[in-house]
T-cell receptor, first 109, second 115 residues
Framework: GQSLEQPSEVTAVEGAIVQINCTYQTSGFYGLSWYQQHDGGAPTFLSY????GLEETGRFSSFLSRSDSYGYLLLQELQMKDSASYLCAVYSSASKIIFGSGTRLSIRP | NAGVTQTPKFQVLKTGQSMTLQCAQD?????MSWYRQDPGMGLRLIHYSVGAGITDQGEVPNGYNVSRSTTEDFPLRLLSAAPSQTSVYFCASSTQGGYGTDTQYFGPGTRLTVL
């Protein structure tokens, strides 16, 4: 079957770096995406990885290892506005798209 | 350019009632999807459409119908509401289904409660 695992909560300090992990199990893997969702809001697209390696977009970076069925989102220079839930999503031929249950990031001053 | 719009924002139904959740986009996207989001669970795909006149089932299609008569609109119909359908519903649109760097744009959501 298909499944996605990500931690339910992560806490970090303003200005620090935090990594949010996502492991997946699926067949016919195409790629992995990350979305940000603030409380009461809609998901917004952050990044997409289809190939192994690191993709950097400003303060956010995303990594994928296809052989390990694993990816992570790296947030640097954390700001209070980064407090949100972060959803990983896997695209595959088996199930089109599956979302993880989300990781709630809390940032302390 | 309004993006993806959804109506209503909130709705309360009684068990057995039917209703239609509206979704419209003005970006000329071919691909549109409906998701539901429940506490502690990720977004789950209900139905999707790759263009006008073409729809297909996602992960959790039971109890829902869709149609796509125009590129802009993709309504979701609840045939006979059940408490298990209490959820937040999101509509999304994209050029290619969100694959690769193609971005899925989500509407603001409809919060549905079924009593």
């Amino acid at each position: 079957g298909q499944s996605l695992e990500q931690p339910s909560e992560v806490t970090a300090v303003e200005g620090a770096i935090v990594q949010i992990n996502c492991t997946y199990q699926t067949s016919g893997f195409y790629g992995l995406s990350w979305y940000q969702q603030h409380d009461g809001g809609a998901p917004t697209f952050l990044s997409y990885n289809a190939l192994d390696g690191l993709e950097e977009t400003g303060r956010f970076s995303s990594f994928l290892s296809r052989s390990d069925s694993y990816g992570y989102l790296l947030l640097q220079e954390l700001q209070m506005k980064d407090s949100a839930s972060y959803l990983c999503a896997v695209y595959s031929s088996a199930s089109k798209i599956i979302f993880g249950s989300g990781t709630r990031l809390s940032i302390r001053p | 350019n309004a993006g993806v719009t959804q109506t209503p924002k909130f709705q309360v139904l009684k068990t057995g009632q039917s209703m239609t959740l509206q979704c419209a986009q003005d970006m000329n996207h071919e691909y549109m999807s409906w998701y539901r989001q429940d506490p502690g669970m990720g977004l789950r795909l209900i139905h999707y459409s790759v263009g006008a006149g073409i729809t297909d089932q996602g992960e959790v299609p039971n109890g829902y119908n869709v149609s796509r008569s125009t590129t802009e609109d993709f309504p979701l119909r609840l045939l006979s509401a059940a408490p298990s359908q209490t959820s937040v519903y999101f509509c999304a649109s994209s050029t290619q289904g969100g694959y690769g760097t193609d971005t899925q744009y989500f509407g603001p959501g409809t919060r549905l409660t079924v009593l």
